[in-house]
């Protein structure tokens, strides 16, 4: 049972069903990540929209992709993590995107789960560079999604290119510290 997963697809599609049937895009509008050059990033004036821009969606193939992706790649890594801790991981792997697409780009806007997605395949990648506890097809198929992915994000106009790296990133330092907590507790120490 995955239910971090199913609560996951399961909000994004309510959300996306009651924005764009019944509310006339109301949350999307009020939901969505922005940042403009005037604005500092770290204390945005509406801070929630790092987090619900993870939630919304702009149109169905938008949330269809999104949400296979999360049906495909994220159950593994809830089992892996455990539930609380990967919903944690997902959520500040959203965060992260925003806030790297805002620092970089400086005037942006955008929505999606893509990069909580990017997190999970950064975890992913982290398994498969630094522990390599991957199996050689596992690794393959790691590195194959990852640069369909990176071409997809640079070809396709419209795309969040630096919410995409940012989750990346964050989902493999998120990792990166797990494993080391989690091997510290495995042998009764604890890293700070």
């Keep these: 049972m995955f239910p971090v997963t199913a609560a996951i697809i399961a909000i994004n599609i309510l959300v996306f069903a009651a924005d764009h049937l019944f509310l006339n895009e109301r949350l ?3 939901g969505f990540f922005y940042s403009a050059p005037g604005d500092n990033y770290f204390s945005l004036n509406e801070p929630w929209r790092y987090v619900t821009a993870v939630f919304l969606h702009l149109d169905l193939e938008h949330i269809f992709f999104n ?11 809830e089992r892996l993590l455990g539930h609380v801790k990967y919903t944690v991981f997902y959520l500040l792997c ?3 995107g925003n806030l790297f697409s805002a620092i970089v780009e400086r ?9 909580a997605i990017y997190g999970v395949f950064g975890a992913y990648l982290f398994l498969a560079l630094m522990k390599k506890s991957l199996d050689p097809d596992s ?3 790691v590195y194959t999604i990852l640069i ?3 071409i997809y994000t640079l070809i396709v106009p419209g795309i969040g290119i630096w919410a995409h790296f940012g989750g990346l990133l964050a989902g493999f330092v998120l990792f990166y510290l797990y ?4 091997i510290s507790k495995q042998n009764g120490r604890y890293r700070r």
């Design 28 to 30: 999307l509008n009020h």
């Design 67 to 77: 949400m296979f992706s999360i049906l495909v790649f994220a159950p593994p890594l």
């Design 94 to 96: 959203g965060i992260a």
């Design 107 to 115: 005037s942006t806007a955008g929505a999606g789960a893509s990069g």
């Design 139 to 141: 690794r393959k198929t």
């Design 148 to 150: 369909f992915g990176v």
């Design 179 to 182: 494993d080391g907590y989690w």
